[in-house]
């Protein structure tokens, strides 16, 4: 089986980022880990007074013990990251992992 990692905003409503990208990536026959980078209350397309809960103090937990599991990864696939701090911490997971695909986009 596929794994990849999903580095992706998790969103409380709205069917978007890692709402979206976990069923259909299973139904695909693809393990997915998730790795959340922003919380926010609703997608950022129609809405006012989002609440946003930055995560990359909990990015730096997560990433910090994956680098130290053995476990393979096929790829990396991120979407919405709010600093390239975040950014940065993905890139060095990638490579010290060696993970050989990496999608990425960067939103501040």
Known sequence: MTTVIVANDLVGFGKVALTSSLPIMSACQTEVLPLPTVLLSSHTGEFDNIYVRYLTVDMQGFCGQWKRLDFRVDGL????????EELG??????YEKKIPLFVGSYYG
């Open 77 to 84: 696939v991120g979407g919405y990251f709010k600093s390239e």
């Open 89 to 94: 911490l993905v890139s060095q997971l990638s």
